[in-house]
Structures are given as structure tokens and as C-alpha cells.
């Protein structure tokens, strides 16, 4: 079993900033590609940000030069440095990870349960 645990969600107001974590526990091998997506109300799941294994980051274009994406091997966590947020950012956001598993090195695909990201003055 992987657990993927977000933290850093909250109230901001409009040019804010926020840092969202999400730790992944559990029988992990290795972890490949990391991401994060967002849902806001009434829309489908967007992909935002991702990052593999190696370091290489792709964003998309609504959040490109605003958000970072980064992540610390060594303690199984990746973050999404949120700068000069906009109400549009207002989303649950979710990680998600790619991941092989002890001891059979199965590979899952392992999401959070969300965090909840409100901007509004």
C-alpha cells in the first residue's frame, strides 16, 4: 500500500502566495513521474504541473511562470510553489504519483486525497 498525503491548502488573497506538499508513505521501491492536478468547481481534472524521476518539469501554460514544481527524493515528497495566485486558481489540488512497489515491484499510480486552494480578497 502507497498513501500519497497533501498539505498546504488554504485562503489566500489574489497575488498571495502558497506552498502545497505531498509526502507519499507506504512500500515504496522508487517513485517515478510526480504530479499535480487541479479540479475547480464544474470543470474535469487538469494536469498542471508534473516532474519526473530525473528532475525535468512540464507546467501548463495557465500556471507557467507562476507555479514551480519540485521535489525531494530522499524523503518521498514533491511540492508546487504557488506565486501571484489569481481567483481562476481557486481548485481542489491533488498529487499523483507513479510508483513501484515493494516487494513484487508492481507499479501503481497512487493520487491524494486533495487540498482545497481558495483565492479571494
Known amino acids: 500500500q502507497v498513501q500519497l498525503v497533501e498539505s498546504g491548502g488554504g485562503l489566500v488573497q489574489p497575488g498571495g502566495s502558497l506552498r502545497l506538499s505531498c509526502a507519499a508513505s507506504g512500500s515504496i521501491f522508487s517513485i517515478n513521474a510526480m504530479g499535480w492536478y487541479r479540479q475547480a468547481p464544474g470543470k474535469e481534472r487538469e494536469l498542471i504541473a508534473s516532474i519526473t524521476s530525473g528532475g525535468s518539469t512540464n507546467y501548463a501554460d495557465s500556471v507557467k511562470g507562476r507555479f514551480t514544481i519540485s521535489r525531494d527524493n530522499a524523503k518521498n515528497t514533491v511540492y508546487l510553489q504557488m506565486n501571484s495566485l489569481k481567483p481562476e486558481d481557486t481548485a481542489v489540488y491533488y498529487c499523483?504519483?507513479?510508483?513501484?512497489?515493494?516487494?513484487?515491484?508492481?507499479?501503481?499510480?497512487?493520487w491524494g486525497q486533495g487540498t482545497l486552494v481558495t483565492v479571494s480578497s
Open positions: 499523483n504519483a507513479g510508483v513501484f512497489t515493494r516487494p513484487t515491484m508492481k507499479y501503481v499510480v497512487v
